[in-house]
């Protein structure tokens, strides 16, 4: 089975442009989270969707927004980029229809890079 | 709102030695469930082990297990027979009550020493 995968693996981009990156979870997993790195504030959550609705939402401003298509996969974006939104941007799938103990799947992740 | 401390940022050990990693959770939910991650040069994030916080018997996988201490909310990781492949950034996380969120702790930074 193939794993979680993002595209594209690496990002550089101006401030105040906007940015999509794309998320393909694991076949058959219907959850899909997104979570940012930084060295600073270390991974923190951004947001899971299950069927195509936003289930969760972390602590982040409008600027940040997601979606998941019919099949699964997922996709956020990122408008009026800071500096601040440098960071390493990993997707993560389960399989949700099982207890909550079903563990994330993480891809290799996103390196968002703003100049 | 939950917090996960992993107060040991870098940790370093003998190969083929054992060691433990520390993390301390705080939640207000009563069904939880707690896991390491760890996460080589690559990025990627990988389960190391989990744990069921209704189940009083500790985790093990393998090389790896956990002293889980419910009533302390204390949640640390043993690698025992230490190798080079274990050097990594390893994460304690803890999931909310639907399980669809995970709060990380701030990572401990592992080195294996040949």
């Known amino acids: 089975k193939a794993g979680v995968t993002q595209t594209p693996r690496y990002l550089i981009k101006t401030r105040g442009q906007q940015v999509t990156l794309s998320c393909s979870p694991i076949?058959?997993?219907?959850?899909v989270s997104w979570y940012q790195q930084t060295p600073g504030q270390g991974l923190q959550f951004l947001f899971e969707?299950?069927?195509?609705?936003?289930?969760n939402k972390g602590n982040f401003p409008g600027r940040f927004s997601g979606r998941q298509f019919s099949n699964s996969r997922s996709e956020m974006n990122v408008s009026t980029l800071e500096l601040g939104d440098s960071a390493l941007y990993l997707c993560?799938?389960?399989?949700?229809?099982?207890?909550?103990?079903?563990?994330?799947?993480f891809g290799n992740g996103t390196r968002l890079t703003v100049t | 709102a939950q917090t996960v401390t992993q107060s040991q940022p870098e940790m370093s050990v003998q190969e083929a030695e054992t060691v433990t990693l520390s993390c301390t959770y705080d939640t207000s939910e009563s069904d939880y469930y707690l896991f390491w991650y760890k996460q080589p040069p690559s990025r990627q994030m990988i389960l190391v082990i989990r744990q069921e916080a209704y189940k009083q018997q500790n985790a093990t996988e393998n090389r790896f297990s956990v002293n889980f201490q419910k009533a302390a909310k204390s949640f640390s990781l043993k690698i025992s027979d230490s190798q080079l492949g274990d050097a990594a950034m390893y994460f304690c996380a803890l999931t909310n009550n639907a399980g669809n969120m995970l709060t990380f702790g701030g990572g401990t930074r592992l080195m294996v020493k040949p």
């Open positions: 076949s058959g997993h219907r959850s």
């Open positions: 993560a799938s389960r399989d949700a229809r099982g207890r909550q103990n079903s563990p994330l799947h």
């Open positions: 969707y299950f069927s195509e609705t936003q289930r």
